[in-house]
């Protein structure tokens, strides 16, 4: 007897990206995640509402400025934790647990399932940081309502406008955040251990922070994705300065090429020993 | 794929981590149609063996075929048309069991998103977790786990089905119906290579048997030719080991082994094979050996296996 | 191999891609600043980077320093500027750093000097000018930095065309200044000069202490486009903190912690020795050091101890300049060696 060859069906791929982004929402520790990254904003909401002060970006506000100073400072720290934490899950958690080998010999390619991870993190990332955009902005109309507001410098804008700049900066940044992620994916397929890769992840982007700081690596800061984060704040000028911004997302590529290949390289040449 | 042929065959298949050797040389060969216990203590190998066959270790050397496909460079060929349970089931703790199933049945390029539910359907139902579908993987026992694990290895119809330790766990109930499970598969044609550390249990399943020991496989045949090719041992209870294997040797005697005893004497058995039994005491006592004791029987499986291994087996 | 590829394509991303010099038809290094001279001004818009390593203790603060026009930060670090100028009066200038932004706005009416992370804004009358270049504050653009090195090049400058080159895509000339004094820390000094409107595109100063330029201004950007008029009007966003002021005091007390200050503060003429790029300037008695705002004189405890013959005093030796002030008030500085100073005090 013999198995008559099954052909490989339409959107088989597409499928596996549904399954794994499922996989990543049905995670507790996920959800907790979500519900943190959409907190800061309504956190920051009440602080302005009772404080008064602001410390907002602009002295005219609407409501698209506080998605914005939200997406800023989860930027720095919430934003990276969150994507080592999906990357740790990517390979290393499904190494960790052994379904890493079941997945294989069903067989998902190794090429195959890489890039399905990689689709889940660009997922993570966007699904991330549109919550805070989205969430913010609602928090941020019900304290400033919608009214118009201004740029960095200094020139009025309408609302339907800085809807639209609020969402441009939540593109940029999910895009950095992808290439975090890819990193961290690199890392992944290098241990079985998650916390090791969520903790070398974020080993890097605290580092890069430090370099940040010290005017003596200068010359290495183009070079790291946390030196272009919040670069996204050009597209609040007037007009936007997009040469920046395009040069950090090259880098943001340039990142994801590299450490997206050599994730390639490791994974398929990889013995899966647990 | 012919029948008769060979539903797995390496060659040479050798696996080194760092300085140890894991897997040395080994030339599988398991019969389309067959059930074959891959049997072998805890780490000698039988599981790097495994992983090789499924394209998740890299050999360090040699060559393995799968259903007539060279492995890995056809995996995608191949594996779809192979079921596996590999050391152990692991599953998602925190999804049920539906869901750990779902989960691999999307991971399945061939199989179809509209069907989906009747396979897992009918895989639930063959391994008896209908009930236990909607709990939670994480309150599984290890016997339903091991069910589940077999489950996915059903998803789809395969041409082989590679099952490592699929009883561990179990109790003599659920190792019973996976015993049937396997004789139901290997009745409709699906050539079915289970792993084992327990002699009883491929004695009971298995049509053939490879047997590995510290990385090498020590014997592969039918299970009735292993059987056969026992012939006659004798047995010599004797202080002059060393005299005594000579002995045996000269005489021409297959398989001399020696093992020291309580005191002053120990024993050293061989195989009989062609030769007269009567001139065995003689030839000895010519060579000077001080015979206390001599028997010749016929060895049983396990006595073989731990000649062959080195090592005893959990007998049920 | 891909990965060492694309590793290697990183630092063309980030830096300018290096092209090949482009081929201009020749000229001499005297009609070059003939020509620089009587360019007239043309409008323009760009982007500029200026990279500062004069010397000066930089203040760490990464991509989240903030915009500001103190000169404290201006002379330290790298800082990208917007340009808008419509070739005559009319001109926008912003420091866009980090997340924030501050701005000089001039057109014949008005002057608006805009800081986002305040939220103020300074308004001031433009005052009457006889047709004068741009405007103080925009002493940082190479037009104005090239024409001011060039007017006072004399004897003591060897200046030549060293080649051509590409600013932010336009062919220039490498107008270079080199001293012929031994004395001082300046290497060179480097203008690009854009080949058809003859506008400076770059000016780099060179350090006899470092291989890179100490001091690197030059546009990464830029159009001739007339820029659109709206850029030169400021309209006071609501809740925005408005400060007037006269028009004759727009820019002297914007800053009062710029060290120009100090000087009219004694009551004697600097003594100048030397000449060229060998000028050392002294200045007697800065009669009271704890006169000085605060954070200069921070500045300045933190500069190393140093004695001699003249006495003792603390020293700032940059890539360009060295500066002695020694414990009676009395301030040497020059485009010298510690060396020239001490001699210069004693």
Redesign the interface.
């Known amino acids: 007897m013999s198995v008559e060859a099954r052909p490989v069906r339409p959107f088989a791929f597409w499928r596996l990206v549904g399954s794994e982004i499922s996989l990543m929402l049905s995670r507790r520790r996920n959800q907790l995640g979500l519900v943190i990254l959409a907190a800061v904003p309504v956190v920051m909401a009440v602080a302005i509402k009772t404080s008064g002060d602001t410390g907002l970006?602009?002295?005219?506000a609407n409501g698209t400025v506080l998605p914005m100073l939200a997406l800023?400072m989860e930027s720095a720290f919430f934003l990276p934790l969150a994507m080592s934490l999906l990357a740790g899950d990517a390979i290393a958690g499904e190494a960790h647990g052994g379904t890493l080998r079941y997945l294989l010999v069903t067989p998902v390619g190794r090429a195959r399932l890489l890039a399905v991870k990689f689709a889940g993190l660009l997922v993570g990332a966007f699904f991330g940081t549109f919550l805070i955009a989205v969430v913010g902005l609602v928090a941020g109309v019900m304290v400033f309502g919608s009214g118009a507001s201004?740029t960095?410098?200094?020139?009025?804008i309408t609302f339907t406008e800085s809807l639209g700049r609020l969402a441009l900066m939540a593109l940029f940044l999910a895009l950095m955040m992808t290439a975090v992620g890819t990193m961290g994916l690199f890392l992944s397929t290098l241990v079985d251990q998650p916390l090791a890769v969520t903790v070398g992840c974020m080993v890097v982007v605290i580092l890069s922070?430090l370099t940040?700081?010290?005017?003596q690596l200068?010359w290495l800061?183009?070079?790291l994705l946390?030196?272009?984060?919040?670069?996204f704040?050009?597209v609040l000028?007037d007009p936007p300065?997009w040469?920046?911004a395009v040069?950090g997302l090259?880098?943001a590529?340039?990142w994801m090429?590299?450490t997206g290949?050599?994730a390639w390289?490791r994974f398929t040449s990889k013995d899966i020993g647990s | 794929m012919s029948e008769g042929g060979a539903a797995v065959v390496t060659s040479g298949l050798t696996k080194t981590f760092g300085h140890q050797t894991a897997v040395d040389d080994l030339a599988l060969e398991v019969p389309t149609g067959s059930v074959y216990g891959f049997l072998g203590p805890n780490g000698s190998g039988k599981t790097t063996t495994i992983r090789m066959l499924l394209g998740l270790v890299h050999p360090t050397a040699g060559h393995v075929r799968l259903l007539d496909e060279p492995m890995p460079a056809h995996a995608n060929r191949v594996l779809p048309r192979v079921g596996a349970l590999v050391e152990g089931p692991a599953f998602h703790l925190h999804l049920n069991g539906r869901d750990n199933l779902r989960r691999l049945d999307a991971a399945d390029a061939t199989a179809e998103a509209r069907t989906s539910s009747a396979r897992i359907g009918a895989a639930l139902e063959r391994v008896g977790l209908t009930a236990a579908a909607r709990k939670r993987v994480k309150n599984y026992s290890l016997g339903m786990k091991q069910r589940l694990g077999i489950a996915a290895a059903l998803l789809q119809p395969h041409d082989l089905l590679v099952l490592d330790e699929p009883t561990n766990g179990l109790d003599p109930q659920g190792t019973r119906e996976v015993r049937h499970l396997v004789a139901g598969l290997a009745h409709d044609g699906t050539t079915v290579l289970v792993s084992s550390h327990l002699l009883a249990e491929v004695e009971q399943m298995c049509s053939h048997v490879g047997v590995m020991s510290r990385g090498r496989l020590v014997a592969q045949d039918s299970l009735a030719g292993l059987r056969r090719a026992h012939g006659v041992r004798v047995r010599v209870t004797t202080p002059d080991l060393a005299q005594a294997t000579d002995a045996l040797t000269v005489l021409g005697l297959d398989e001399v082994a020696s093992s020291a005893g309580e005191g002053a004497s120990g024993q050293v058995t061989a195989a009989l094979g062609d030769h007269a039994v009567e001139a065995v005491v003689p030839a000895l006592v010519s060579a000077g050996v001080r015979v206390l004791g001599f028997s010749a029987d016929s060895a049983s499986l396990e006595e073989r296996f731990v000649e062959l291994t080195g090592e005893g087996f959990d007998v049920r | 191999m891909?990965?060492l590829g694309?590793?290697l394509?990183?630092?063309a991303?980030?830096?300018t891609t290096a092209k090949a010099d482009p081929t201009l038809p020749p000229i001499t290094a005297q009609q070059l600043v003939a020509d620089v001279i009587a360019a007239k001004p043309v409008a323009m818009q760009g982007?500029l980077t200026q990279t500062m390593d004069i010397g000066l203790p930089?203040v760490?603060?990464?991509?989240?320093k903030p915009s500001t026009l103190d000169p404290l930060n201006l002379l330290q670090?790298?800082h990208?500027w917007?340009v808008w100028y419509d070739g005559k009066q009319s001109a926008r200038v912003?420091l866009?750093d980090?997340?924030?932004?501050a701005?000089v706005i001039t057109n014949p009416t008005d002057t608006w000097v805009?800081s986002?992370s305040t939220?103020e804004?300074v308004h001031s009358k433009t005052p009457e000018t006889s047709g004068a270049g741009p405007r103080e504050e925009l002493n940082l653009t190479p037009a104005e930095a090239a024409r001011k090195l060039l007017t006072t090049a004399d004897q003591s400058t060897t200046v030549s065309v060293a080649g051509t080159t590409t600013v932010a895509g336009h062919a220039a000339y490498d107008l270079t200044l080199t001293p012929k004094s031994g004395t001082t820390l300046v290497k060179k000094v480097s203008i690009a000069v854009e080949a058809t409107t003859k506008q400076p595109l770059r000016v780099q100063v060179y350090s006899t202490r470092s291989s890179d330029p100490a001091v690197n201004i030059g546009f990464?950007?830029l159009s001739f486009a007339q820029p659109d008029p709206a850029m030169f009007r400021?309209?006071?966003?609501?809740?925005?903190k408005v400060t007037e002021k006269s028009a004759d005091t727009t820019g002297a007390n914007d800053h009062p912690s710029m060290p120009t200050k100090v000087d009219p503060k004694s009551g004697h003429k600097p003594t100048v020795t030397g000449q060229g790029w060998g000028t050392v300037v002294v200045a007697d008695q800065l009669s009271d050091l704890s006169g000085l705002p605060a954070e200069l004189q921070g500045v300045l405890s933190s500069f190393p101890k140093v004695s001699g013959t003249w006495g003792s005093g603390r020293i700032f030796e940059g890539t360009l300049f060295t500066v002695v002030v020694t414990d009676q008030g009395k301030v040497a500085a020059g485009a010298v060696p510690a060396g020239t100073l001490f001699a210069a005090l004693g």
Request: proline fraction near 6%.
């Open positions: 970006m602009v002295s005219v800023m201004m960095l410098s200094g020139t009025a922070w940040e700081a010290t005017s200068a800061q183009p070079y946390t030196h272009w984060f919040l670069q704040a050009d000028r300065l040469s920046r040069k090259g880098v590529a340039a090429a590299v290949a050599a390289a | 891909a990965v694309v590793a394509a990183v630092p991303l980030v830096q982007e930089e760490p603060g990464g991509v989240q670090g790298s990208t917007r912003a866009v980090g997340t924030s932004e701005a805009w986002s939220r804004a990464t950007q400021f309209t006071t966003p609501p809740g925005t």
